[in-house]
């Protein structure tokens, strides 16, 4: 007797997963975030042992063999040492980037103010460059509310992404 298996054709599987990781952003993305990284840190360390165990098995023995996969094995553990340090670094950086361009921006548009004295378009470059300065310092003042707005715009991008991919797939089979 035989049986029929229905199985799923992969971009299903792909939006379904998609789908629920945009979700898992946008609902939960501190969580979210502290499990990618611990499921990162995971993989490498147990793709430094494979490869570790196929080179045993292919034969080799010398020791400096395992130098490649002892390396990735120790720079996972310090990865997810470290990890959850860097992501609190980010916010800082982008506060302080979006500063300096700002205030690079405002010299630049009061240098077109003095070079074109009857163009007033060196208002706007200089009002969105205020607005980049203040962006900038609200980013400094609040970081752990920029990381998880940016993990949300991330999670509803997967959700958009997913709902297209889908009907592309059903599109295309028609």
Do not use: Q
Not at 11 to 36: F, R, T
Not at 54 to 81: T, W
Not at 139 to 163: N, Q
């Amino acid at each position: 007797m035989t049986g029929s298996k229905k199985v799923l054709p992969t971009p299903i599987i792909y939006a379904a997963a998609g789908a629920i990781a945009g979700l898992w952003l946008l609902i939960k993305p501190g969580n979210a975030l502290n499990s990618v990284i611990r499921i990162a840190g995971w993989a490498l360390i147990i793709d430094g042992i494979i490869n570790a165990v196929l080179m045993f098995l292919n034969g080799k023995r010398k020791i400096e063999d395992y130098i490649a996969p002892a390396v990735e094995v120790l720079l996972s553990v310090v990865f997810m040492a470290v990890a959850r340090f860097l992501v609190k670094l980010i916010p800082i950086a982008v506060g302080l980037i979006l500063i300096g361009l700002g205030a690079y921006k405002i010299k630049t548009g009061l240098e077109i103010r003095a070079k074109f004295v009857n163009d007033k378009k060196w208002i706007l470059i200089v009002a969105l460059s205020c607005a980049s300065i203040i962006f900038g310092i609200y980013v400094l003042l609040h970081p752990s509310g920029f990381t998880a707005t940016v993990l949300r715009i991330l999670g509803a991008y997967l959700l958009i992404e997913c709902a297209e991919d889908l009907y592309t797939f059903y599109v295309s089979k028609k």
